[in-house]
């Protein structure tokens, strides 16, 4: 029966950590590892489902991302729970019943009883030898030196080591077959030295790389406190400027310090987010480090050599990465203190001023499908952004990058359509016959009341809160609501005197935004009109945004410019989002305006879409 010794260097050690088997996880290759090693190697995982082997680099499903729920190797466990309560005996003792071990030699390879470990310090040439408690041992604490007598050859040490067949042998074992097989051979000494030598540069190589990080978090931090330095700075502005006409503008400055407020954080999230990944890279490093430094613990050999090479494999090319540019964070902080607070600056008879500095980019310009086609946008529940043709036919769904992603009813002329809370979507053709889709965009048994184009005329669409339908029409100036359900119209409302061209409700309000020819009126629950928005002789396309605030775009439809202003739910003025932009002037004077779940502008004219976006 093989000793104890035996038992544990040449089965019962984990590859990776070189001691007795804690907990034994069986990968699909086979292969077992301890549970805290399997643990450690998956912190070096960059979000996947499966764990890959060190030694074979085979795949293994880890279920719910679960190291607890791999399988056990229930026969190794079980050896390893044996041999850790079975204490080995002195195997110097030349009696037939042999003392318990109470230590174990590192250097002669045998087991003591407590005499023999006495007499075994008193020899001077075996003073240096490094003397293991047995508990340690056996609670797998330390693990055994492996470079023994060779088997073959019992009175030969293995003194050498093939790196074709990764093991230690001895001399004769090298000449007689390794060297005939072609096999190379190096001093163990040698090989050992290579592999300290290895492990210590890549030991070195991520101290150096996390501290080019560290520095890197150094230099988030310095550029997120000049960015808190300018808010501090905006704030001190708009206060002093506050405090000289308090009881006129207190509504003003706060919609300017919510402005500046909401620009910081768009700032510093961006800045925590280089943080955040930093650590990540760092607490990543940490971890592949902390596994291939277990090969200085002893020689490898076998499984342990393969699993290393690969986890030093892996921790070389993560080191050689490009090192993180400090030039993201420090553009970051330069775009923030372009912001600047002008005073006196007249908005709406208010001349306490407004941030300036903000700009938006555009992120797309996309030509549609049909030139002079489109006839109303609006947003999709899913993100996108829907855009429907009254020529040619059909919904074009859209991203925030301006990517077409589907085009659904294409038979359809559609001339305004809304979507319901639950995903359905109710559509106007060009002769006003309304009909309900599902979210599959099949048509629905659901009739409406609605006029007919020679008695409405044109008109927009929309849905408020509580899926309520509003239908307007530019011959009577009115509006009629209809219920999801269908049928007969719920109620109407008189538009006084305006011209509805388009419709937007509000998401927490029930309140309705409508454009006319040259103004954008706020309506009531009731219909009744509270607020009136107009620049004289410039026409207005309005939107209601995902925080009820509004935008509105100015349209100088001869120089092709448009300049878009965001306004309070009661149509007070917050900013300027952009001034003048340049586009494509089309044929026909209709345009579009709506903002995308994720926050970007989508305004549409009837040959394009634009999509802006405030670049952070």
Not at 63 to 76: A, G, I, K, Y
Not at 299 to 323: G, I, T
Not at 608 to 614: A, G, H
Request: charged share 30%.
């Amino acid at each position: 029966m093989a000793t104890f010794h035996q038992i544990s260097s040449q089965n019962l050690e984990c590859p990776i950590c070189l001691t007795l088997f804690n907990q034994p996880k069986l990968l699909a290759c086979s292969h077992t590892f301890c549970i805290d090693c399997v643990e450690r190697i998956i912190q070096t995982r960059q979000k996947e489902q499966t764990i890959t082997c060190p030694v074979c680099r085979k795949e293994t499903p880890l279920p719910s991302e679960d190291v607890r729920r791999l399988q056990t190797n229930v026969p190794l466990n079980s050896l390893v729970d044996e041999v850790k309560t079975k204490n080995p005996t002195c195997t110097v003792c030349e009696m037939d019943e042999k003392p318990p071990a109470v230590s174990f030699c590192q250097d002669c390879g045998k087991y003591m009883c407590k005499s023999c470990e006495k007499g075994h310090g008193t020899w001077k040439p075996l003073s240096n030898h490094e003397l293991v408690p047995i508990k340690e041992v056996l609670e797998g604490k330390v693990p055994l030196k492996r470079r023994q007598k060779c088997k073959k050859h019992p009175n030969d040490d293995k003194e050498s080591f093939c790196t074709g067949c990764q093991e230690y042998i001895c001399c004769k074992c090298g000449m007689l077959e390794h060297l005939q097989e072609g096999h190379k051979l190096e001093h163990a000494a040698i090989h050992e030295e290579k592999l300290m030598t290895n492990i210590k540069e890549l030991q070195e190589r991520a101290k150096s790389k996390k501290t080019t990080f560290e520095n890197h978090i150094d230099c988030i931090e310095t550029q997120r406190n000049e960015i808190l330095n300018m808010m501090r700075k905006l704030n001190n502005d708009i206060d002093k400027a506050y405090e000289e006409c308090m009881q006129l503008l207190s509504a003003r400055r706060e919609a300017l310090k919510s402005q500046a407020k909401q620009w910081s954080e768009k700032f510093t999230n961006k800045l925590q987010t280089m943080d955040e990944e930093s650590h990540q890279i760092i607490r990543h490093i940490n971890a592949m480090e902390e596994l291939v430094t277990y090969g200085m613990k002893v020689p490898l050999e076998k499984d342990a050599v393969f699993a290393h090479d690969k986890l030093c494999e892996n921790l070389k090319s993560f080191l050689d990465r490009d090192d993180p540019d400090d030039q993201s964070p420090r553009s970051v902080s330069k775009r923030a203190q372009k912001i600047s607070f002008r005073k006196d600056v007249k908005v709406n008879e208010l001349c306490l001023g407004e941030l300036d500095g903000y700009t938006w980019e555009v992120k797309a310009d996309v030509e549609l499908p049909i030139k002079d086609g489109m006839d109303c946008i609006t947003r999709a529940p899913d993100g996108k952004m829907a855009v429907g043709l009254y020529l040619g036919g059909g919904i074009h769904l859209y991203s925030p990058d301006g990517e077409l992603q589907q085009t659904v009813l294409k038979d359809v002329r559609i001339r305004q359509f809304g979507f319901l809370s639950d995903g359905r979507s109710v559509v106007r053709e060009t002769d006003n016959k309304m009909s309900l889709y599902t979210p599959q965009w099949e048509k629905l048994d659901v009739t409406f009341e609605t006029m007919s184009d020679d008695e409405g005329g044109h008109g927009g669409l929309t849905v408020d809160k509580d899926n309520n339908i509003y239908v307007s029409y530019i011959k009577p100036k009115k509006i009629q609501v209809s219920s999801p359900q269908g049928g007969r119209v719920v109620r109407e409302i008189m538009c006084d005197g305006y011209t509805p061209l388009q419709l937007f409700s509000f998401h927490y309000t029930g309140k309705v935004i409508l454009k006319d020819y040259l103004a954008v009126v706020c309506l009531d629950g009731k219909g009744k009109k509270e607020n009136v928005l107009m620049k004289e002789g410039i026409r207005p396309c309005p939107a209601v945004c995902r925080d009820d605030s509004v935008i509105v775009a100015w349209l100088k439809h001869e120089e092709g410019l448009v300049s878009i202003d965001q306004y309070t739910r009661n149509l007070e003025y917050v900013c300027n989002i952009v001034t003048n932009f340049k586009i494509q002037k089309p044929e026909r004077r209709w345009y579009y305006l709506q903002e995308f779940e994720s926050g970007e502008i989508a305004f549409c004219t009837t040959d394009r879409l634009y999509i802006l976006f405030d670049g952070i």
